[in-house]
């Protein structure tokens, strides 16, 4: 699976838009990319993927770059619920399945 | 919504002594995975299971480790010998279909005195 490579840390103020980047420069064709999220210790919860189209849902969007180098994970209106280790993860291809976490950005969101 | 369950949430166990740690996937789910994540590490793979059998494995699912599905709806994964460097919070997940959109557990705290 490819690398990829995110932020230590972020600040949100609450309502407003967060913004997480996540570099992926090796990610091949077939990749897809993931994220996920794990609030203090509970089991990570996936967020959205992509392969090369933009992606919304009803928790976030995904913007994936053209040369699909790069992405980033948009919360629309941060709540301090949001609070939480983000992990951007390119996996598919032979290797789907398994999760590959890195460290991840942590998000806090403040009043 | 439908959930992954994890039984016990927290278990203390003493060096030495086996351990089996319970997981209830998605009812129609068909893959089946183990994570672990010691104390301020990341989320590490352990084991995928997949059609009664393991698909692949890391390099801490060492010969201490082993995983069951004894009957439709359970999935385990059992700690023959503890030790301290054992301790961490495991995590189930389970998947319908080849894709990584996985669904996880709450964790079983897993503490070896």
């Known amino acids: 699976d490819a690398k990829t490579t995110q932020p230590t840390s972020m600040d949100c103020a609450e309502g407003r838009a967060a913004n997480l980047p996540c570099n992926h420069s090796?990610?091949?064709?077939?990749?897809?990319v993931y994220w996920y999220r794990q609030i203090h210790s509970q089991g990570p919860q996936y967020i959205i993927h992509?392969?090369?189209n933009n992606e919304t849902n009803e928790m976030a969007s995904l913007i994936i770059t053209e040369d699909r180098k790069s992405s980033t994970l948009i919360l629309p209106h941060a709540t301090l619920r949001d609070t939480a280790v983000y992990y951007c993860?390119?996996?598919?291809?032979?290797?789907?399945?398994?999760?590959?976490f890195g460290q991840g950005t942590i998000l806090t969101v403040h009043p | 919504e439908p959930e992954v369950t994890q039984t016990p949430s927290h278990q203390v166990t003493q060096m030495g002594q086996e351990v089996i740690l319970r997981c209830v996937p998605i009812?129609?789910?068909?893959?089946f995975y183990w994570y672990r994540q010691i104390l301020g590490q990341k989320v590490e793979f352990l084991v995928s299971?997949?059609?009664?059998?393991?698909?692949?494995k890391s390099e801490i699912f060492d010969d201490q480790f082993s995983v069951e599905r004894p009957d439709g709806s359970n999935f385990t994964l059992k700690i023959r010998s503890t030790k301290l460097e054992d301790s961490a919070m495991y995590f189930c997940?389970?998947?319908?279909?080849?894709?990584?959109?996985?669904?996880f557990g709450a964790g079983t705290r897993l503490s070896v005195l």
């Open positions: 009812s129609n789910h068909l893959y």
């Open positions: 993860i390119v996996t598919g291809g032979t290797s789907y399945g398994k999760l590959t």
């Open positions: 090796t990610i091949s064709g077939n990749e897809y």
């Open positions: 992509g392969l090369k």
């Open positions: 997940a389970s998947v319908w279909g080849t894709t990584s959109l996985q669904y």
């Open positions: 299971f997949y059609n009664n059998e393991i698909s692949e």
